[in-house]
T-cell receptor
Framework: GESVGLHLPTLSVQEGDNSIINCAYSNSASDYFIWYKQESGKGPQFIID?????DKRQGQRVTVLLNKTVKHLSLQIAATQPGDSAVYFC?????????????FGTGTLLAVQP | ETGVTQTPRHLVMGMTNKKSLKCEQHLGHNAMYWYKQSAKKPLELMFV???????ENNSVPSRFSPECPNSSHLFLHLHTLQPEDSALYLCASSQVYNEQFFGPGTRLTVL
């Protein structure tokens, strides 16, 4: 069946270091992927997305990498700051498919140590 | 703020009560969603409305009843809930097949 899972439930990094959060997906038909950040007491916040015709996409301090061969997605955060502490979710969709629902992973807690 | 508002932010209700959650989006989107978020579980999609029509009901018990009167408003009517229904209920909106924008959620506690 469809599933999106994260390799590491918790990631602890030092302030200023780079962070890498990983995600595996199993649905070969998925062709649109999104990373969300959820801070305590808030709803998930869109960070960056990528479509399957790309391998890499960069935003402000964030980069998403997509490896369709091994069905792997990663989020890289440069110069991690205390404000980056949150739970990060990956989500997948079959863009233009029968349904526009997103399938979310379980989330990774990023803890930034000062 | 994401442009998606939810009220109330917190709700405590008994199992025999009837209450409603409200969601409003100010983004001009044509799709709206309800999700349930429980501790240590992935986000669970409950309902999808595209152009005000329900297109997805993810095997949600009938004690949850959604309503979408127009493309900007979404309600979740609750009745005879169970304690295990206690969770954070999130509303989201999007253009169909695009990224979803979430509201802050309603923290529901069922006694």
């Amino acid at each position: 069946g469809e599933s999106v899972g994260l390799h590491l439930p918790t990631l602890s990094v030092q302030e200023g270091d780079n962070s890498i959060i990983n995600c595996a997906y199993s649905n070969s038909a998925s062709d649109y992927f999104i990373w969300y950040k959820q801070e305590s007491g808030k709803g998930p916040q869109f960070i960056i997305d990528i479509r399957s015709n790309m391998d890499k996409r960069q935003g402000q301090r964030v980069t998403v990498l997509l490896n369709k061969t091994v069905k792997h997605l990663s989020l890289q955060i440069a110069a991690t700051q205390p404000g980056d502490s949150a739970v990060y979710f990956c989500a997948e969709m079959n863009y233009g498919g029968a349904t526009n629902k997103l399938i979310f992973g379980t989330g990774t807690l990023l803890a930034v140590q000062p | 703020e994401t442009g998606v508002t939810q009220t109330p932010r917190h709700l405590v209700m008994g199992m025999t009560n009837k209450k409603s959650l409200k969601c409003e989006q100010h983004l001009g989107h044509n799709a709206m969603y309800w999700y349930k978020q429980s501790a240590k579980k992935p986000l669970e999609l409950m309902f999808v409305y595209n152009f005000k029509e329900q297109t997805e009901n993810n095997s949600v018990p009938s004690r949850f009843s959604p309503e979408c009167p127009n493309s900007s408003h979404l309600f979740l009517h609750l009745h005879t809930l169970q304690p295990e229904d206690s969770a954070l209920y999130l509303c989201a909106s999007s253009q169909v097949y695009n990224e979803q924008f979430f509201g802050p959620g309603t923290r529901l506690t069922v006694l």
